[in-house]
Nanobody, 121 residues
Framework: QVQLVESGGGSVQSGGSLRLSCAAS??????MGWFRQAPGKEREGVAA???????SYADFVKGRFTISRDNAKNTVYLQMNNLEPEDTAMYYC?????????????????RGQGTQVTVSS
């Protein structure tokens, strides 16, 4: 069984940066990444990365967010730059064993407890 633990959330002003981390314990999952959910809104996939470091991103974060992975540490990172108030949400780490796409992570059965990101204008 895989357990995912997120860290690194917080509050920043518009234009600021945060780095999220997700440490996985248990077996290594082929695909790991992030989805988010804001109050009153549906979940949306953000970014995904597989063990070969192939990545995919939602259009609304391209050029601002970068996902990376340390396979030796079984840890995934999300560097978020130029944050906007619209990025305010709970961010969840998720993992799936096979096909890797940011769009699929929002429905992943393996997910963490989430870390809050708040961006003020």
């Amino acid at each position: 069984q895989v357990q995912l633990v997120e860290s690194g959330g917080g509050s920043v002003q518009s234009g600021g940066s945060l780095r999220l981390s997700c440490a996985a314990s248990g077996i290594s999952m082929f695909c790991m990444g992030w989805f988010r959910q804001a109050p009153g809104k549906e979940r949306e996939g953000v970014a995904a990365i597989d063990t070969r470091s192939f990545t995919s991103y939602a259009d609304f974060v391209k050029g601002r967010f970068t996902i990376s992975r340390d396979n030796a540490k079984n840890t995934v990172y999300l560097q978020m730059n130029n944050l906007e108030p619209e990025d305010t949400a709970m961010y969840y780490c998720a993992a799936v064993p096979s096909f890797c796409s940011y769009a699929l992570l929002k429905n992943a059965g393996t997910r963490g407890q989430g870390t809050q990101v708040t961006v003020s204008s």
